[in-house]
């Protein structure tokens, strides 16, 4: 096992976790690695098989589950979700950092886990602020989105309790927040320039 603290990235649906993620393991492909987790959501355009998830049925991923394939399982707006064991086995195997992007039932579960990884929440400047982002981001039909909102408010709630996060980053502009969290993963290894 890697020495090296893994990182979870959680929020809101639609605060910019994935974008900023996908921008720092863009920069720095040689210090960081994603987990990628399963789902039984549909892929949005864009998005690979196996690189931004593992798209997968109910049937296989819950049989996964009973067999004790996963570190942590949960459903999110009608859909489940889940970070296997070798996601994040893959990931320290080749002596990277591993990011974690889970909602908030899932660092709760990760929390029960020796994983031991920095807890660091993206929140939206406001729940008016991230509507027009999950709308202009054009991937929800109004029920979905309207489920993430719901979630958004329960997250947002409970991401107010002490101790469940290190770290809270507003992303209001995206190149400050981008910073900030670049600056606090430095804390954590020195491997970032
Ligand atoms: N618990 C858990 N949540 C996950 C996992 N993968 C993704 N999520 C969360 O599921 C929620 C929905 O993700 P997604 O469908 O990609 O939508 P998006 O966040 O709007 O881009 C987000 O809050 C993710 O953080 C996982 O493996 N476990
Ligand atoms: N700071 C920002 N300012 C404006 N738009 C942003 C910002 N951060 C992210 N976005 C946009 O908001 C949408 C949601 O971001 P995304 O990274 O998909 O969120 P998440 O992964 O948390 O669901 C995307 O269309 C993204 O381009």
Redesign the pocket.
């Known amino acids: 096992m890697s020495g090296l603290r893994p990182v979870v990235?959680?929020?809101?649906?639609?605060?910019g976790?994935?974008t900023l993620m996908k921008r720092l393991m863009k920069d720095h492909e040689d210090v960081f690695g994603f987990?990628v987790?399963?789902?039984t959501?549909n892929p949005?355009p864009g998005?690979e098989d196996g690189k931004?998830?593992h798209f997968t049925t109910r049937e296989a991923m819950e049989e996964g589950i009973s067999k004790g394939e996963?570190?942590?399982?949960?459903e999110?707006?009608g859909?489940m979700?889940?970070?296997?064991k070798a996601?994040v086995e893959d990931v320290l195997a080749k002596n990277l950092i591993c990011i974690?992007?889970?909602?908030?039932?899932?660092?709760k579960?990760?929390k029960e886990t020796d994983l031991n990884p920095i807890y660091i929440s993206i929140q939206p400047p406001s729940m008016e602020i991230l509507e027009k982002r999950?709308r202009d981001?054009q991937?929800?039909t109004e029920e979905s989105l309207q489920k993430?909102l719901e979630?958004a408010r329960i997250?947002m709630e409970l991401s107010k309790e002490p101790g469940v996060f290190d770290i809270v980053i507003i992303n209001d502009d995206l190149e400050r927040a981008y910073e900030e969290l670049k600056d606090i993963l430095n804390e954590v290894s020195k491997r970032i320039k």
Do not use: C, M, W
């Open positions: 990235l959680s929020g809101p649906s639609g605060a976790k994935s987990s987790s399963h789902t959501r949005r998005e931004d998830y996963f570190i942590e399982n949960a999110f707006s859909n979700y889940g970070t296997s996601a974690l992007d889970v909602d908030i039932q899932g660092v579960r990760i999950l981001r991937t929800e993430r979630a997250d």
